[in-house]
Nanobody, 125 residues
Framework: QAQLVESGGGLVQPGGSLRLSCTAF????????VGWFRQAPGKNREGVSC????????YYTDSVKGRFTISRDNAQKMVYLQMNNLKPEDTGRYHC??????????????????WGQGTQVTVSS
């Protein structure tokens, strides 16, 4: 059964780093857009970053530019999100998603065809 499984979340102090991983069991990533979105308590889901399969085109929401880096390993069926200089406003549940070819760019949280259960990130002192 195809599924996306996220890991790597946790509790970190402001200024700290985390690396989120997403394993895409049963998927082929080569021709899909992959990305991350998050949801904080009481807030709407927010697209964080995504990577297009063609030309390695990448998008970051303004609040994470310069701090987060998305990457992918198609052969290993993995998607990563390196998060540096974390801030309390980065707190939320982070989900990875896959969108098939031809979808909108950049995809919003509702544009993904598949997504995982998420991993919790809490930034607090």
């Amino acid at each position: 059964q195809a599924q996306l499984v996220e890991s790597g979340g946790g509790l970190v102090q402001p200024g700290g780093s985390l690396r989120l991983s997403c394993t895409a069991f049963g998927f082929t990533l080569n021709y899909n857009t992959v990305g991350w979105f998050r949801q904080a308590p009481g807030k709407n889901r927010e697209g964080v970053s995504c990577n297009h399969y063609r030309d390695n085109m990448t998008y970051y929401t303004d609040s994470v530019k310069g701090r987060f880096t998305i990457s992918r390993d198609n052969a290993q069926k993995m998607v990563y999100l390196q998060m540096n200089n974390l801030k309390p406003e980065d707190t939320g549940r982070y989900h990875c998603g896959i969108m098939g070819p031809g979808g909108t760019w950049p995809p919003g949280p509702d544009d993904y065809d598949y997504w995982g259960q998420g991993t919790q990130v809490t930034v607090s002192s």
